[in-house]
């Protein structure tokens, strides 16, 4: 494994214990909070982070993302549905990312939205991002 990629695993490991502690530190009651109309809720900023952790190592695997087709859904109702999804997809980002060759850390990657391409880089550097 290489230093980057051996940095990427080894710092999800790290934050993977702080992500929790913010998740589950989140007040039951105020789960609807948001600072504006615009902005989302607590719940459903948890909710993306789940989701966005998810994602992770179905793109290392695919080396393309388009959020709009991701086949990753869980229902996530509570701060334990968001912190076990968060969980399961940093434990499997750092598997897929520990046994994948460099070759693919480094190859080519896209993150579109429908046919456009929004972003081109490797697969290393964008999971980075």
């Not at 109309?37 to 994602?55: H, I, N, V």
């Amino acid at each position: 494994m290489t230093d980057n990629k051996k940095f990427f695993v080894d710092t999800l490991k790290d934050e993977s214990e702080r992500f929790e502690r913010v998740l589950k530190a989140l007040p039951q009651d105020k789960l609807d909070y948001r600072p504006s109309e615009k902005s989302k809720t607590a719940m459903g900023l948890a909710s993306s982070m789940a989701m966005e952790f998810l994602a992770l190592p179905v793109f290392l695997k695919e080396g393309n993302m388009d959020f709009s087709k991701l086949s990753v859904r869980p229902e996530i109702k509570t701060i334990e549905d968001a912190w076990t999804n968060t969980k399961r997809g940093i434990d499997e980002a750092m598997e897929v990312a520990t046994n994948m060759s460099q070759e693919d850390w480094d190859a080519k990657a896209a993150m579109v939205s429908g046919e456009k391409v929004v972003w081109e880089t490797s697969r290393g550097a964008m999971v980075w991002s």
